[in-house]
Every structure is written in structure tokens, then in C-alpha cells.
């Protein structure tokens, strides 16, 4: 179990490419990064240690059908949301994972 936490800095960007402009001038200048969702992990993965962008992809929450049958979701919508929209167009998510889709 991770028991750090302080970010050196923390970004929330709203935009797929956002993310990776971020992570590509992290990596130019050797910063590691940590991705943070949620921050529902249970073994501690989603906190950072010193020195570490913390990159949170809470922000990225969007939904669209742009295909008959088809869905694109951003990485930071919450899958009861998800669920719920889903179900308003007649679709559902098959699994949840272990029922516990925080």
C-alpha cells in the first residue's frame, strides 16, 4: 500500500488533448506523472509521491453517440452516470467491475 500524497503539482485538464500536450512536455523535462481518476484505488496507486505531476482525468466527462450503436466516453465520467445515460437511449453496461463502479 502507497502511503504518499503530495503532489508537486496538480493539473485537471478538460480535453483529451490537454492531457497530451501535459504529458508530452512532462516527459520532455523527466517529470513522472501520476493519472488519478476518481481516486477510488484501493491499494493507494492513485497518490502521488514528491516530485510527481498528479494528473487528474476527473474533468473529461464527455458522452456522445456519434455512430448508430456506438458510444465515446471521456475518462472521468462515473460509470453510474454513464449507466444512466446509457439506459436513457436503450443501452446498458454489460459488467460492472467486482459491482463497485465508483
Known sequence: ??????????????RPDTVAR???????????????AQAH???GSSLPVPGE?????RNIRHVSFDEPGTVTVGC???LWILQHILRRHG????????GYPG
Open 1 to 14: 500500500m502507497r502511503l504518499q500524497g503530495a503532489p508537486c503539482c496538480q493539473v485537471m485538464p478538460r
Open 22 to 36: 501535459i504529458i508530452r512536455l512532462a516527459h520532455e523535462r523527466n517529470i513522472p506523472v501520476r493519472i488519478r
Open 41 to 43: 484505488s484501493l491499494n
Open 53 to 57: 505531476l498528479l494528473l487528474s482525468t
Open 76 to 78: 472521468g465520467v462515473v
Open 91 to 98: 443501452f446498458d453496461i454489460p459488467v460492472l467491475n467486482d
